[in-house]
């Protein structure tokens, strides 16, 4: 299973983004898609999923600036960031979650925020 994740940048503090990724998993077989975030010297953490049933799941540190949504047909899933800060400066990660439980990961996209 491959993930192709892109969209990252740089961008003004209170600018947007739109992170994209595809992935060549079987539609059928995922179980989750999401995104995740690395900072420097930190740990990993969740930012947003969403299920195969358009459930969403947001970090408390994200909610009501990024949206979470996907595209079935083209086996998609994409993070738009609004009112971008400082502090979500990170790599930003794309994860599938197979039925199975077998997770996949993308490259990561940088997203840097400027002051």
């Known amino acids: 299973v491959q993930l192709q994740a892109s969209g990252g940048g740089l961008v003004q503090a209170g600018g947007s983004l739109r992170l994209s990724c595809a992935t060549s998993?079987?539609?059928?077989?995922?179980?989750?898609m999401g995104w995740y975030r690395q900072a420097p010297g930190k740990q990993r953490e969740l930012v947003a999923t969403?299920?195969?049933?358009?459930?969403?799941n947001y970090a408390d540190s994200v909610k009501g600036r990024f949206t979470i949504s996907r595209d079935n047909a083209k086996i998609a899933v994409y993070l738009q960031m609004n009112s971008l800060k400082p502090e979500d400066i990170a790599v930003y990660y794309c994860?599938?979650?197979?039925?199975?439980?077998?997770?996949?990961w993308g490259q990561g996209t940088q997203v840097t925020v400027s002051s």
């Open positions: 994860n599938v979650r197979l039925r199975s439980g077998i997770h996949y």
């Open positions: 998993a079987n539609r059928l077989s995922i179980n989750r």
């Open positions: 969403i299920t195969s049933g358009g459930i969403t």
